[in-house]
């Protein structure tokens, strides 16, 4: 096996702040892509599309099949477990924790949110600022109890075993609860794109860049510490005093 | 008759992190008790069974409408439909019904007339309720676990509990469980949009089996066509009865296997083909009997170790992909 060149985070020479790897882009689009599925097979089974006639839709017809959106629900499972697993030990491996939450990671997230209302200027923040984090964690540890109670459930549809009935109503009311936390951190997720300042961050989940402008004003601490790593590749302070003059929307 | 009511269901929910988290760390408890009475089921012996032909309704029937009827549901009038559909399932009008399974009836005596070998047709008398099976995909895949199998094998629904989705009754070979509109857990959220009541079937006689009684049809029988024990024996028997009349064995395989084992002097392709026949006003409530019939969750199960075995396989990727991009780092 030939060593692989490791996409370099850092900044770039095109004004630009390589933020996500192709590594980390892959992980998030496939967790999403499978979650989604499995909110989509996992509504199935509540059962959803026959009440509410998604089966009369022309070509949905097999979303009323109980066994096969069962089966699509194993195989998103399945694909979701590989990259938590591969997300996990990939990053613990690697030592990179950027994105754990910190102490002082609520205080700071109200900080920023006042920020926003208020105009003055936000707490420095790292790689990812603490509500980010904070978001992080809590879809992080919804996602782990999903798939623990539904691991705990899959074992239980195995012919020849049998669970404590107080066992089962747990994990299926705790899989049931934890899939609505997924949901609703969703749904906080995308809304954190009405806030302007964040929209800054959609094209680094597409193309893995940020504009370095954006990452020094708002990720200072981050920046720091990647001049310091000597990832700085010719990007001229008179350059850089150009983007910071074009750079608007942020709390001065 | 429920006794569970929104405040306290979303309680009990927002309670689940500490108490599941005790429950599934608690060992030995995580899994289903021994039952004190072994793996129980029942023979029915169609040889035997005559529906009770001088009688208005069979007694196993009336036995069981009277030892249930205490559980039987009182919907509270007027019964929303299912919407947007212009229907719900309500059989509160029809609770004299005896001739099929409805939520004021958990078991019928079917009559069916089949071809023979030696004569040209005869009539066939099949008890017909809930087969308690092994593997049971009402209880697997219902959603809010609100039907289970007990440590005797034997599948309950919790009233207080179900929903009345009727997923059950649609993954059952037999569509057995029977939905009744009006009553149940939905009542409390939004009846209109959500749930759809609750689901009734037979379940032995759980209560009576527990104190060491067998479930009232078993006990009501004239002929002794029923009967009750344990469940490896009582298959044993079936089949030894079988060869005695050179029949056939119904329960054994169908959806993976079940806890109720008919014998019978005729086929029963023959005897399913004229049950399907006779179901003419497409409700359900009339259950044919496929033979072999599969389970809901064998295509579900047989990827059950790909999903153990998906965390593992991404960890053995992330050391790859660490060690290789760690190294290209050097």
């Known amino acids: 096996m030939s060593p692989q060149k490791r996409e370099p985070e850092g900044i770039l020479g095109n004004g630009k702040v390589l933020r996500h790897g192709k590594i980390n882009r892959f992980v998030h689009w496939i967790v999403a892509l499978s979650i989604f599925s499995l909110i989509f097979s996992g509504f199935g089974q509540m059962p959803m599309y026959k009440r509410y006639m998604l089966v009369d839709v022309p070509g949905m017809a097999w979303t009323g099949d109980y066994a096969l959106t069962l089966t699509l629900h194993y195989l998103g499972a399945i694909v979701l477990m590989v990259v938590v697993a591969f997300h996990i030990f990939y990053h613990l491996l690697r030592r990179e924790f950027h994105i754990m939450p910190r102490k002082g990671d609520v205080g700071e997230s109200i900080q920023i949110m006042k920020a926003m209302f208020t105009g003055k200027d936000e707490p420095p923040s790292h790689k990812y600022l603490a509500e980010q984090r904070l978001a992080y964690a809590f879809i992080g540890l919804s996602i782990i109890g999903v798939i623990v109670t539904g691991m705990i459930k899959v074992y239980k549809n195995l012919p020849g075993i049998d669970l404590a009935e107080s066992t089962i109503f747990w994990s299926t009311t705790l899989h049931n609860l934890t899939a609505m936390m997924i949901i609703l951190g969703i749904f906080l997720h995308l809304a954190a794109f009405l806030v302007p300042a964040n929209r800054k961050l959609i094209p680094s989940m597409f193309s893995g860049q940020v504009d370095a402008a954006y990452v020094e004003h708002r990720h200072s601490k981050w920046w720091a510490e990647l001049v310091n790593k000597g990832k700085y590749k010719g990007y001229s302070s008179n350059r850089q005093g150009t983007v910071n003059s074009q750079h608007r929307g942020f709390p001065k | ?330």
């Open chain 2, 1 to 330: 008759m429920s006794t569970l009511n929104r405040r306290s269901f979303f309680k009990r929910t927002a309670l689940s992190g500490i108490v599941g988290a005790t429950v599934l760390t608690a060992g030995k408890e995580v899994l289903a008790s021994p039952s004190e009475i072994g793996q129980v089921g029942t023979l029915i012996d169609l040889t035997r069974c005559d529906g009770c032909a001088h009688e208005h309704t069979p007694q196993c029937v009336l036995a069981c409408r009277q030892k249930n009827q205490s559980r039987f549901p009182e919907p509270e009038k007027p019964i929303l439909d299912y919407w947007p559909h212009k229907n719900h399932e309500d059989w509160s009008a029809k609770r004299e019904l005896t001739n099929r399974l409805t939520p004021y009836n958990w078991t019928y005596v079917q009559k069916v007339t089949v071809p023979t070998a030696s004569t040209e047709e005869t009539d066939v008398f099949v008890p017909r309720r809930c087969m308690h099976c092994e593997n049971p995909p009402c209880a697997h895949i219902c959603p809010f676990s609100a039907c289970t199998k007990t440590s005797e094998g034997v599948v309950v629904i919790d009233d207080k509990i179900c929903f009345g989705g009727a997923k059950c009754r649609d993954v059952c070979p037999w569509g057995i469980p029977a939905r009744q509109a009006g009553v149940g857990l939905y009542l409390h959220g939004a009846p209109k949009y959500a749930g759809g009541g609750v689901m009734y079937k037979c379940d032995l006689c759980i209560d009576r089996l527990r104190e060491g009684k067998a479930p009232a049809c078993v006990d009501a029988c004239p002929q002794q066509a029923i009967l009750y024990g344990q469940k490896d024996a009582l298959l044993e028997r079936a089949k030894a009865r079988a060869q005695e009349i050179n029949g056939y064995v119904y329960g054994e395989k169908e959806n993976g296997g079940t806890s109720t084992f008919y014998v019978s002097p005729v086929p029963f392709e023959s005897i399913h083909q004229a049950m399907v026949e006779q179901v003419v006003d497409g409700k359900p409530g009339l259950p044919a009997m496929p033979v072999g019939v599969g389970n809901a969750m064998d295509q579900a199960n047989n990827m059950a170790k790909a999903a153990f075995f998906a965390p593992v396989a991404g960890m053995v990727a992330a050391a790859v992909a660490a060690y290789r991009t760690m190294k290209g780092d050097e």
